[in-house]
């Protein structure tokens, strides 16, 4: 039928534009361009309307922008480059961070939570687990616990739920850590040297979340100046594994039973060595910014088997496939939101993610550039390309927009006909001009 009206390539080419995303925003309404001279604010005439009735698809398509691999890969796969370009640049400079980054003491760490109990797993040496099995890699009773009855399902969702305070936490001792290894006063430190970091959050086979995270000394005004002397990544380690040893988190009393989070026993600490000075052996700033980024776009269902959306009702389960410690863990964060004590978690809201309810990646002020950043200049760029008329250098934009939510996803058509469709060049990864329009 498409082809029958005549709009089969006009289609083709919006859905193109979308770069793969299968869960678009659907959007009424119109956008208006004007420019406006920089030297005497004089607004000019139009330089381009957009009416998402005249559109192919009959509204304003727009990327879901869904960091989630399982909710929609293209748009995952976005949030995967930026996040990798994001570390990269905290690490050897660009997008705006100076390249003297790359000279500066940094750490790759991984900070694991505590025990609830005994789990399957794969020890070390090729010992077999406790069940008296070796389990492969791919088991799925890796990480569920060999006795569900006695183990903390209460403990491990709370401590999913505390583990970005406990982060905040560390962050704080961590520079005073510093400090005291340099003989300075917190106030003092300041002047000297600043800690910056970038983190991501990852869930362990047994739904418990971990941080792995790309910490660095800088001097006081961060990247743009160099470290004292006595910054070295031995002492930055040091500091490390003291402030992770003391960061404590009291949490709430539950049927007279008090929680307290700290971190686990496992914490790994090692120094990232520069891609161009390592003989295949050190941990390179390339290998980090992958592994980072690799998981800045998994949530607990690709590591538990729980669900990739919020819940409005417990009874969702009976028809949800997932694993049968997911739906404990699940039941139990819904079952402690109903605690008026515990509202302020929202663990029911949060329930599908077990109580987890930070950022999966975060990052101090100074390491780098920022994910928004990064899209601003995709944006730009787009623009450029679409209407290289446009003298930016003596004209700014004026934007009049009004856009209303129609809803989400592809028709039955539409999406047979992404399905076939290559992204449009310039597109690969990234949003269209079009998905700009609500930036108004």
């Given at each position: 039928m498409l082809a029958s009206l005549g709009t089969l390539p006009e289609l083709a080419r919006q859905l193109s534009g979308l770069g793969g995303c299968t869960r678009p925003v659907r959007l009424d309404g119109h956008r208006t361009e004007h420019a406006v001279d920089r030297t005497t604010g004089e607004i000019g005439g139009v330089l381009r309307h957009l009416d998402s009735s005249a559109l192919p698809a009959g509204q304003l398509l727009l990327r879901c922008n869904n960091r989630r691999a399982t909710r929609c890969a293209a748009c995952a796969e976005t949030y995967r480059r930026d996040t990798y370009h994001l570390i990269t640049a905290g690490l050897r400079g660009g997008k705006g961070t100076p390249e003297r980054v790359a000279t500066h003491p940094r750490v790759f760490a991984t900070f694991t939570a505590p025990g609830f109990g005994p789990v399957h797993n794969r020890p070390a040496g090729g010992r077999p687990c406790r069940c008296g099995l070796r389990h492969d890699d791919q088991d799925p009773a890796l990480g569920t616990p060999l006795d569900p009855d006695t183990y903390d399902y209460e403990a491990a969702v709370l401590w999913n739920a505390h583990a970005g305070v406990l982060w905040r936490r560390f962050s704080i001792y961590l520079r005073r850590e510093v400090a005291k290894r340099a003989g300075l006063t917190q106030r003092a430190f300041r002047d000297h040297a600043r800690v910056s970091f970038a983190k991501v959050a990852e869930y362990q086979k047994r739904g418990a979340?971990?941080?792995?995270?790309?910490?660095?000394?800088?001097?006081?005004?961060?990247?743009?100046?160099?470290?004292?002397?006595?910054?070295?990544?031995?002492?930055?380690?040091?500091?490390?594994?003291?402030?992770?040893?003391?960061?404590?988190?009291?949490?709430?009393?539950?049927?007279?039973?008090?929680?307290?989070?700290?971190?686990?026993?496992?914490?790994?600490?090692?120094?990232?060595?520069?891609?161009?000075?390592?003989?295949?052996?050190?941990?390179?700033?390339?290998?980090?910014?992958?592994?980072?980024?690799?998981?800045?776009?998994?949530?607990?269902?690709?590591?538990?088997?729980?669900?990739?959306?919020?819940?409005?009702?417990?009874?969702?389960?009976?028809?949800?496939?997932?694993?049968?410690?997911?739906?404990?863990?699940?039941?139990?964060?819904?079952?402690?939101?109903?605690?008026?004590?515990?509202?302020?978690?929202?663990?029911?809201?949060?329930?599908?993610?077990?109580?987890?309810?930070?950022?999966?990646?975060?990052?101090?002020?100074?390491?780098?550039?920022?994910?928004?950043?990064?899209?601003?200049?995709?944006?730009?760029?787009?623009?450029?390309?679409?209407?290289?008329?446009?003298?930016?250098?003596?004209?700014?934009?004026?934007?009049?927009?009004?856009?209303?939510?129609?809803?989400?996803?592809?028709?039955?058509?539409?999406?047979?006909?992404?399905?076939?469709?290559?992204?449009?060049?310039?597109?690969?990864?990234?949003?269209?001009?079009?998905?700009?329009?609500?930036?108004?």
């Open positions: 979340v971990h941080f792995h995270a790309v910490i660095r000394l800088d001097g006081p005004e961060g990247g743009e100046t160099a470290p004292p002397a006595w910054a070295t990544a031995e002492l930055l380690t040091d500091a490390i594994r003291a402030a992770a040893a003391a960061a404590r988190v009291d949490g709430p009393e539950v049927d007279g039973r008090p929680h307290t989070f700290v971190f686990g026993r496992q914490l790994d600490v090692r120094t990232i060595r520069s891609a161009d000075f390592n003989d295949g052996q050190d941990l390179t700033e390339r290998a980090v910014a992958a592994y980072v980024a690799k998981y800045a776009t998994n949530g607990a269902e690709m590591a538990t088997g729980t669900l990739d959306r919020p819940i409005r009702f417990l009874a969702e389960l009976a028809q949800a496939r997932i694993t049968d410690h997911a739906r404990r863990m699940i039941r139990t964060a819904w079952t402690l939101g109903a605690r008026p004590e515990l509202a302020d978690l929202r663990l029911r809201a949060w329930a599908h993610m077990l109580g987890f309810r930070g950022h999966f990646s975060t990052k101090s002020r100074r390491y780098s550039t920022t994910l928004g950043t990064l899209g601003d200049a995709h944006a730009v760029w787009r623009r450029a390309q679409a209407d290289p008329a446009v003298d930016t250098a003596q004209e700014t934009t004026l934007i009049l927009a009004h856009w209303v939510f129609a809803g989400t996803g592809l028709s039955g058509a539409e999406s047979w006909l992404a399905a076939t469709l290559e992204p449009a060049p310039g597109t690969e990864g990234e949003p269209t001009w079009t998905a700009d329009a609500t930036n108004s």
